[in-house]
């Protein structure tokens, strides 16, 4: 089924970067991340390409990109495994709901409010996951804290990722439409 929605709207090369993508974007939460974070803010590369993505192109495929970068991050983590890629998937389905029939995309603004906002509720259930599983945290209140200014930072960093998200979906349908791919 997902892969015949992606033959349909871009081909075998928007199904390629649909893996590529969320597996770079773990990849780099737990190597470049660490290096560029403000005091404990950082930005959720998972969530910034997934939530991107649902804005550009809709929810159908961005869930994916959620679960696979989500999963992949429990993986290099050590956290409790699916929980980052659980918590993913509400709010990233949550902003790519629209009808995608609209001539207009998104204003990059309004988009990059949406990743941050997604973002933010997307930590926030994190953190609530690895509190029920049992899972140590020093402190809810400083973890909630951070969530929020990562959920920020992440918002930030959509500035300039979903107009990209933006331009590579229409090249990848116009492509997928050509038969190019």
């Given at each position: 089924?997902?892969a015949?929605?992606?033959?349909?709207?871009?081909?075998?090369?928007?199904?390629?970067?649909?893996?590529l993508i969320?597996?770079?974007?773990?990849?780099?939460?737990?190597?470049?991340?660490p290096?560029?974070?403000?005091g404990?803010?950082?930005?959720?590369?998972?969530?910034?390409?997934?939530?991107?993505?649902?804005?550009?192109?809709?929810?159908?495929?961005?869930?994916?990109w959620?679960?696979?970068?989500?999963?992949?991050t429990?993986?290099?983590?050590?956290?409790?495994?699916?929980?980052?890629?659980?918590a993913?998937?509400?709010?990233?389905?949550?902003?790519?709901?629209?009808?995608?029939?609209?001539?207009?995309?998104?204003?990059?603004l309004?988009?990059?409010?949406?990743?941050?906002?997604?973002a933010?509720?997307?930590?926030?259930?994190?953190?609530?996951?690895?509190?029920a599983a049992?899972?140590?945290?020093?402190?809810?209140?400083l973890?909630?804290g951070?969530?929020?200014?990562?959920?920020?930072?992440t918002?930030?960093?959509?500035?300039?990722?979903?107009?990209?998200?933006?331009?590579?979906?229409?090249?990848?349908e116009?492509?997928?439409?050509?038969?190019?791919?």
């Open positions: 089924m997902a015949a929605t992606w033959s349909r709207e871009g081909g075998t090369v928007r199904f390629a970067l649909g893996i969320p597996l770079a974007a773990a990849l780099m939460q737990g190597t470049v991340v290096l560029v974070a403000i404990d803010a950082r930005p959720s590369l998972p969530i910034l390409v997934a939530g991107s993505w649902a804005v550009a192109a809709g929810a159908r495929e961005a869930v994916w959620a679960f696979l970068g989500g999963l992949a429990d993986l290099l983590s050590g956290g409790p495994l699916g929980a980052f890629a659980l993913s998937l509400p709010p990233v389905a949550a902003i790519g709901v629209r009808d995608r029939g609209l001539q207009r995309a998104t204003p990059v309004v988009g990059a409010l949406l990743v941050g906002i997604a933010l509720f997307a930590l926030l259930l994190y953190v609530g996951i690895v509190v049992g899972q140590p945290i020093a402190s809810v209140p973890a909630v951070a969530a929020a200014g990562s959920a920020v930072y918002g930030v960093l959509a500035l300039a990722i979903y107009p990209a998200a933006r331009l590579l979906r229409r090249v990848t116009k492509q997928g439409a050509l038969g190019v791919w």
